[in-house]
């Protein structure tokens, strides 16, 4: 299983920027996709999440500072996860990390599986 996140960088306050995260190795759409963040000398937290989609809903899950200023969907034939934020705050700055809990096949444990992480840095 692999992950890998993309598209963060450094934007001015009031910016916006879009992460993907391109997944690998599981039949990515049985599994609910999630992205984290960790700012310098704090704990990783959750920002959104993804469950599994159909044609009609998406269930989607947002931190309450992020709500109203960032979206997340996926694109189940490219196995891509994205997270367009908007109106990025000093507060967003950190390292932002997609995750997913899955299994690789139908013999192997569930585990949980993390991406390298990609920076974004927010200016004031």
């Known amino acids: 299983v692999q992950l890998v996140e993309s598209g963060g960088g450094l934007v001015q306050a009031g910016g916006s920027l879009r992460l993907s995260c391109a997944a690998s190795?599981?039949?990515?759409?049985?599994?609910?996709v999630g992205w984290f963040r960790q700012a310098p000398g704090k704990e990783r937290e959750g920002v959104s999440c993804i469950s599994v989609s159909d044609d009609s809903d998406d269930s989607t899950y947002y931190q309450d500072s992020v709500e109203g200023r960032f979206t997340i969907s996926r694109d189940n034939a490219k196995n891509t996860v994205f997270l367009q934020m908007r109106s990025l705050s000093p507060e967003d700055t950190a390292v932002y990390f997609c995750?997913?809990?899955?299994?690789?096949?139908?013999?192997?444990?569930?585990?949980?599986?993390w991406g390298q992480g990609t920076q974004v840095t927010v200016s004031s």
């Open positions: 190795g599981f039949t990515f759409e049985n599994y609910a």
């Open positions: 995750s997913t809990y899955a299994r690789k096949n139908v013999l192997a444990k569930y585990e949980r599986y």
